[in-house]
């Protein structure tokens, strides 16, 4: 299983950057798909995470009320818009699938996944 984290850059403070995870040759609705983040010499940090089916997402609190995860089916694609960026949101952004349910908020922590994609820098500077 493959998964193919974009859309990262250079983003102003306070910008709206969407980041896009994809899965060439799995359904990605069929899995619970979180967003993490790294920064140098720092774990992995979830970010947000989406139930298998999509019913059910889950935040860092952070993030809650400025990133929101969604899966678009007909793209089969799970997008990370990240609203009113802050310097500290500053990172390498990771998207992960694993294969079973999880409990609720559980989905955000990394140690329940089974597969990662490479990351995509994001720096949020002027």
């Known amino acids: 299983v493959q998964l193919q984290a974009s859309g990262g850059g250079l983003v102003q403070p306070g910008g709206s950057p969407r980041l896009s995870c994809v899965g060439p040759?799995?359904?990605?609705?069929?899995?619970?798909i979180g967003w993490f983040r790294q920064v140098p010499g720092k774990g992995r940090e979830g970010v947000a995470c989406i139930s298998r089916g999509g019913g059910s997402t889950y935040y860092k609190d952070s993030v809650e009320g400025r990133f929101t995860i969604s899966i678009d089916n007909a793209k089969n694609t799970v997008y990370l818009q990240m609203n009113s960026l802050k310097p500290e949101d500053t990172a390498v952004y990771f998207c992960a699938a694993r294969v079973n349910r999880v409990p609720g908020s559980t989905c955000l922590n990394s140690n329940v996944y089974n597969y990662w994609g490479q990351g995509t820098q994001v720096t949020v500077s002027s």
């Open positions: 040759g799995f359904t990605l609705d069929y899995y619970p």
